[in-house]
């Protein structure tokens, strides 16, 4: 699995294969040409052109049959004969070394039959039907999905649409992406009899769409030879400076990481911990990084130690001597085996220092481990094969179907254009991070990183996000835009009323293709719809309808006949609210140990039964009562004013000051006061402050007919939806007089 090729555009000494470990020679394509044209002596023995994939098949499923291989090879060599490569080889040659490389990685036998067959439906006369009477539906199922759209019919979208339908495949079966990820590696091996125009067009598509889905397929082995052979191609100067980096490496004596793979054999040895430990070179691209990362390269930064062990908690075992007998670098570390990656990568990562400075990198892993940390899905075999007591018939349930190929069908179906559909996949394919994010259920949602809480609203609900009012993040509220972390859980607050809209600023904070082709949709929908102050409203707040005129559109204030007639809030400036030297403040049903003093209930705190309250002295002779808790309690108690006793009386009816913290969306405030009247309470005045944040504050003066009755008011108030919160009110301003 190496970068030597026939590829005149990769320099020929120290090319990027020739420092990683190599598994068994590579198949001579011009031997293997004549094998196939010449054919084997008897058409029932395995052809010596396919000797080379029956072997490496066998080393990885030694019980195969390969019968189906031998088969389809007379077919495809049949098929195929005549054909010629623009490298000069027979055709038959390019599906024989694409199965080498399939397997090479352990694919099982249906993919490396559909990997001899990739091309013929599309270049021979072999048709699908053809395909299904002789190897079966599964191979017939991935030939048709490796096939590419005519250009006689789709013009300059059919390698987008190709792409598409392959995306589509690989959703109901990821061998498909094998096959063509397999046939793309083995096509830039040979890339360099093309024109340079041609090489770099192929490239970057390689490097945008290919290289990413081998990254999220785990499939690291056919990833770092791609990213090898397009770094060549389309940065040739760097690619240069860094092979000359590595030759200048190679020639020197001393090698640190073998004899820091030396040290760690004795301490595993000693401590009785079986291992094999094994220097892993880095490849071109990731010594190209290191080196802008770090600037001048040591010895060891041009690879890795790779230690392999039986179990899991050997993994551990290994981790502990190493961090005990040796000196780590306790930044490095990261546990991918409790917290595996979303492409099934799992290992322990550490680095151990010498003296010297010299720092190593350590990858921890068991053999298993390391079979799918190189071959990702193509490690699994056949992951649609039914277990031995699973009484499905073979019923197509894809285990390997991960979070993001999920979501990529899903805003696939959505994309309007293939034009959009292709910019929009190198954008999400470019997020090459996933993270988990929990719902209260339990339930889990798979997300790029940088994902906000908008993007997690479409991915849970579809279109019906629309309705997001707001969501909590680990329990505390938070706005959509919100960025969110791998484990967060995240509860998302949705409205009930069937005209909440997306706002325009959702777009800025949508992360998702999913999200954002939605919500463009729905604005493309709606184009004559505008915003109440000629801008776009704040995530979270949808746009306002005629009825409902202030809901979050600045500082509105109701009277008592807002009860009865919740939609008719008027548009003026808002009044001060009383305090308790306001003349209408109403009269308290208070008893004061001061006999002949008037009562009055501040403002700040409005206390009501069965409130525990405090009274101070004011001029003119009157006594105001605040709740024990009040802020203003305790700046007069600190300029040593004297408290009286204060006792509730026997009237029930009382004044209080609710606070409704709410996320902005249409007709809230009409529900909020109609919630307020099915209650029987009498609003004497509201105010509706401008919204920050997504988040509407609301604040209600309100005459209760019975103090006892605050609780289930409350609670009504907090069942509108949109409110997450209501609370008494606190006024500093009114405290301070």
Same mark, same amino acid.
């Given at each position: 699995m190496s970068a030597e090729a026939t590829n005149p555009a990769t320099p020929a000494p120290a090319t990027p294969g020739t420092h990683r470990r190599k598994s068994r020679?590579?198949?001579? $394509?011009?031997?293997?040409?004549?094998? =196939?044209?010449?054919?084997?002596? *008897?058409?029932?023995? /395995?052809? !010596?052109?396919i000797g080379h994939v029956a072997e490496a098949h066998r080393a990885h499923h030694p019980d195969a049959d390969l019968e189906p291989l031998r088969r389809?090879?007379?077919?495809?060599?049949?098929?195929?004969?005549?054909?010629?490569?623009?490298?000069?080889?027979?055709?038959?040659?390019?599906?024989?070394?694409?199965? $080498?490389?399939?397997?090479?990685?352990? =694919?099982?036998?249906?993919?490396? *039959?559909?990997?001899? /067959?990739? !091309?013929?439906?599309?270049?021979?006369?072999?048709?699908?039907?053809?395909?299904?009477?002789?190897?079966?539906?599964?191979?017939?199922?991935?030939?048709?999905?490796?096939?590419?759209?005519?250009?006689?019919?789709?013009?300059a979208a059919a390698e987008p649409e190709t792409f598409r339908k392959m995306l589509v495949a690989t959703g109901n079966d990821v061998r498909v992406m094998s096959i063509k990820l397999a046939d793309r590696l083995h096509n830039m091996r040979t890339l360099g009899v093309m024109r340079p125009e041609k090489q770099a067009r192929i490239a970057k598509v390689t490097r945008d769409v290919l290289i990413p889905l081998a990254e999220r397929l785990g499939v690291q082995a056919l990833k770092t030879e791609l990213e090898d052979l397009v770094f060549a191609i389309l940065h040739p100067e760097e690619y240069e400076h860094t092979r000359e980096l590595i030759v200048e490496n190679a020639a020197?004596?001393?090698?640190?990481?073998?004899?820091?793979?030396?040290?760690?054999?004795?301490?595993?040895?000693?401590?009785?911990?079986?291992?094999?430990?094994?220097?892993r070179p880095r490849h071109f691209v990731s010594v190209h990084r290191i080196s802008r990362k770090r600037g001048r390269l040591r010895g060891a930064d041009f690879g890795r130690l790779l230690v392999l062990v039986n179990e899991d908690a050997d993994c551990y075992g290994v981790l502990g001597e190493l961090h005990t007998c040796m000196t780590p670098v306790v930044s490095e570390f990261k546990d991918f085996i409790a917290v595996p990656k979303f492409n099934l990568y799992q290992s322990l990562h550490t680095a151990i220092a010498r003296e010297d400075g010299e720092i190593a990198e350590v990858l921890i892993r068991t053999h298993q481990m390391h079979k799918v940390a190189e071959a990702g899905v193509i490690a699994l075999g056949n992951p649609y094969a039914p277990a031995p007591d699973d009484p499905s018939d073979g019923e197509r349930v894809d285990p390997t179907r991960p979070g993001w190929l999920s979501r990529l069908l899903t805003w696939q179906e959505a994309a309007p254009d293939t034009d959009t559909f292709w910019s929009t996949l190198r954008e999400d394919l470019a997020q090459d991070r996933e993270i988990t994010v929990f719902r209260p259920d339990g339930g889990a949602l798979g997300l790029p990183e940088g994902a906000s809480c908008v993007d997690a609203a479409y991915a849970q609900y579809g279109e019906d996000a629309h309705a997001c009012i707001g969501a909590r993040v680990n329990g505390r509220l938070a706005t959509l835009s919100t960025v969110l972390k791998d484990g967060d859980t995240v509860q998302l607050l949705m409205g009930q009323d069937p005209a909440s809209e997306p706002s325009r600023e959702w777009l800025e904070h949508a992360h998702t293709p999913a999200a954002r082709i939605a919500i463009q949709r729905w604005l493309a929908a709606h184009p004559a719809t505008e915003d109440p102050a000629g801008g776009a409203p704040a995530p979270g707040a949808a746009r306002h309808g005629p009825e409902a005129p202030a809901d979050g559109a600045g500082a509105q204030t109701a009277g008592p006949e807002t009860a009865a007639r919740p939609a008719a809030l008027p548009s003026r400036p808002l009044p001060a609210r009383p305090t308790e030297d306001a003349p209408g403040a109403r009269a308290a049903n208070a008893v004061v140990d001061l006999p002949g003093a008037s009562v009055r209930l501040a403002g700040c705190c409005t206390p009501v039964p069965p409130d525990e309250v405090t009274g101070f002295a004011v001029r003119g002779g009157a006594v105001t009562v605040h709740r024990v808790e009040c802020a203003g309690v305790a700046r007069m108690k600190s300029t040593g004013r004297a408290e009286i006793g204060v006792r509730w009386g026997d009237t029930t009816d009382c004044r209080v000051t609710l606070v409704a913290e709410s996320f902005g969306r249409p007709h809230l405030l009409a529900d909020l006061t109609e919630a307020i009247a099915l209650e029987g309470v009498a609003i004497v005045s509201a105010t509706v402050e401008p919204p920050s944040q997504q988040r509407v504050r609301h604040t209600y003066t309100l005459q209760l007919p019975d103090a006892a009755h605050l609780p289930a008011l409350m609670r009504a108030m907090r069942n509108v939806p949109g409110v997450y919160d209501v609370s008494r009110a606190h006024n500093a301003a009114a405290a301070a007089r």
């Open positions: 020679p590579r198949i001579d $394509l011009r031997r293997l040409g004549r094998a =196939a044209l010449l054919g084997p002596a *008897t058409r029932d023995r /395995l052809p !010596d052109a389809a090879y007379l077919l495809a060599e049949s098929s195929h004969r005549g054909q010629m490569r623009k490298s000069g080889e027979p055709y038959i040659t390019h599906p024989l070394a694409v199965t $080498l490389i399939l397997a090479e990685l352990g =694919a099982e036998t249906t993919t490396l *039959t559909a990997s001899l /067959l990739h !091309d013929t439906v599309e270049d021979t006369d072999v048709t699908l039907d053809q395909v299904r009477e002789e190897f079966g539906e599964e191979v017939r199922y991935l030939v048709d999905g490796v096939t590419k759209l005519e250009k006689v019919d789709y013009g020197h004596g001393d090698d640190p990481l073998a004899d820091m793979a030396e040290q760690v054999r004795t301490v595993l040895r000693e401590a009785d911990i079986q291992a094999e430990v094994l220097i």
